[in-house]
């Protein structure tokens, strides 16, 4: 039962740290916030064994750059599914990314520090699961929890450039998808985000459920992030 409620956390925690943290911090700077909180969720997004915040803002920003062309590092639509989904992330050319993508992060050293030693937080929280629940804890809680995590964040990749719906005609094929935002706390609404990319609010609408958005709102208000970028009226008024 303890491995199973660690599983569940881990799994949304550091989703978290992905969407709101890796994803609209780091590669689109959707909000603003201090340098501690910087590192605590550049820290925790480690944790979810996707690489360093630098190497993972670096390519999504070639991702919105080059979307589903043959420049983009993960599009269904040139590739194929299954490249999209994951074998981009284990392919040796994707190994390392340009910093000079990313300089508006890359001169602060304590994120070159977490991108170079991104396997540090991940090996610290696999030694705090074992201390707290044994090797159940370690296999179920940690690892078969990361694997759920890495389908449910590589699904916005995959899926929902796929299946889902169109309200913005983009320059790409990204998808609004219901399931995908549940599993991935707002990710789904992706072609929405493609539209306006800044938004820290990827569910335009009160229907379309963005919890990561929701805890962000819940931030702001105690000052640990400010300035939450929202879409404009104007966008909304056109849908």
């Given at each position: 039962m303890a491995s199973a409620l660690i599983c569940i956390a881990l799994y949304w925690l550091r989703m978290f740290a992905i969407t709101a943290g890796y994803h609209r911090y780091f590669a689109h700077r959707a909000y603003k916030t201090g340098r501690s909180f910087r590192f605590f969720l550049g820290a925790l997004g480690c944790c979810a064994m996707q690489k360093g915040p630098l190497w993972w803002a670096a390519n999504h920003?070639?991702?919105?750059k080059y979307s589903d062309t043959d420049d983009d590092p993960h599009s269904p639509i040139t590739r194929s599914v299954w490249w999209a989904h994951v074998g981009w992330v284990l392919a040796p050319a994707h190994d390392d990314a340009s910093w000079e993508k990313i300089r508006d992060l890359s001169r602060y050293p304590e994120l070159r520090f977490l991108d170079r030693y991104h396997y540090l937080p991940p090996f610290l929280l696999g030694v705090l699961v074992w201390l707290a629940a044994g090797w159940t804890g370690l296999v179920v809680g940690l690892f078969v929890s990361t694997v759920l995590l890495y389908h449910g964040v590589f699904?916005?990749?995959?899926?929902?450039?796929?299946?889902?719906?169109?309200?913005?005609?983009?320059?790409?094929?990204?998808?609004?998808?219901?399931?995908?935002?549940?599993?991935?706390?707002?990710?789904?609404?992706?072609?929405?985000?493609?539209?306006?990319?800044?938004?820290?609010?990827?569910?335009?609408?009160?229907?379309?459920?963005?919890?990561?958005?929701?805890?962000?709102?819940?931030?702001?208000?105690?000052?640990?992030?400010?300035?939450?970028?929202?879409?404009?009226?104007?966008?909304?008024?056109?849908?």
């Open positions: 920003r070639d991702h919105h699904l916005v990749n995959s899926a929902a450039h796929l299946f889902g719906t169109r309200r913005y005609e983009t320059t790409d094929k990204s998808r609004n998808n219901w399931w995908v935002a549940l599993l991935t706390m707002g990710e789904g609404w992706h072609n929405n985000h493609h539209h306006y990319m800044t938004s820290a609010r990827q569910g335009f609408f009160w229907w379309e459920i963005d919890v990561s958005y929701y805890i962000l709102k819940g931030l702001e208000v105690f000052g640990v992030v400010w300035d939450v970028r929202e879409p404009p009226r104007k966008l909304l008024k056109m849908a």
